[in-house]
């Protein structure tokens, strides 16, 4: 969701006022303020797809999974990459014995210093060949950057991908809590503080922690922006959710 649709969402929440903690089907939660309103967003969402072009081979999760920073999410193709790599480290072997027998040879004055020379310019560039084809073949191994759920799944297993993205992750450890104040609150939220959030789907409200609080006021809504980190370990807190702060201050 981007900046603008966020700040409309949550203008809107802060105009409904606090539905959520004036319910009277839940009395015994605390009672948050009804002016503040706020939203759950993932603290990160990130597109995951391939620089190289193939046809997906392997699938390896989907949407709602979740995934861990290193896991293997799917696979394109790779026979020519792969018999490319073992020709290539058996011609690098090849390299290094020949070197290694030319050593010999050098020390017995049998082959002269510039022979030796290279024969060793030759096996490092072939070490740096089988490098560089590895690092290729590595390219049709599609990884997760982070811990996270999958949220979209834009190709499936014998799709042909060009250089473009396969999946949406989005990591909800910590989540974002994002909320407009009025300004005249403005220096009374600080950095570091914590409150309580009340999510609208959670059972009990939840200790959240002041990150970042814009340093500009907007003139025209005179408000300004709050976001709170809230940890969410286990992924029991769905993000897209609406929530009430209790700001006590």
Do not use: H, W
Not at 9 to 24: C, E, H, I, R
Not at 117 to 146: C, F, G, N, V, Y
Not at 148 to 173: S, T
């Amino acid at each position: 969701m981007n900046e603008k649709t966020t700040l409309f969402t949550l203008a809107l929440a802060l105009l409904a006022g606090g539905a959520l903690a004036a319910d009277p089907a839940a009395p015994a939660r605390p009672r948050a303020n009804p002016d503040v309103s706020c939203l759950i967003q993932p603290s990160l969402e990130v597109n995951v797809g391939t620089p190289v072009d193939g046809v997906i081979e392997v699938m390896n999760v989907d949407r709602g999974d979740i995934v861990s920073p290193g896991q293997l999410l799917a696979r394109l193709n790779s026979a020519v990459e792969s018999a490319s790599v073992d020709t290539q480290a058996a011609k690098a072997g090849f390299g290094a014995r020949k070197r290694q027998r030319n050593e010999e040879l050098q020390r017995k004055q049998l082959i002269s210093a510039q022979e030796l020379d290279e024969l060793t310019t030759e096996q490092q560039m072939a070490e740096l060949e089988l490098r560089e084809r590895r690092e290729r073949l590595k390219l049709r191994s599609i990884q997760s950057p982070i811990r996270g759920v999958v949220v979209d799944v834009y190709r499936q297993r014998g799709d042909l991908v060009k250089q473009e993205k396969i999946f949406r992750i989005a990591q909800l450890d910590p989540l974002y809590v994002e909320t407009i104040l009025p300004s005249r609150m403005f220096g009374k939220v600080r950095g570091g503080q914590t409150f309580d959030v009340l999510p609208e789907l959670g059972p009990s409200a939840q200790k959240a922690k002041v990150s970042q609080v814009d340093r500009v006021i907007d003139a025209a809504s005179g408000t300004f922006r709050v976001r709170l980190l809230l940890s969410n370990p286990r992924f029991e807190l769905p993000s897209g959710q609406r929530c009430a702060i209790n700001f006590q201050l």
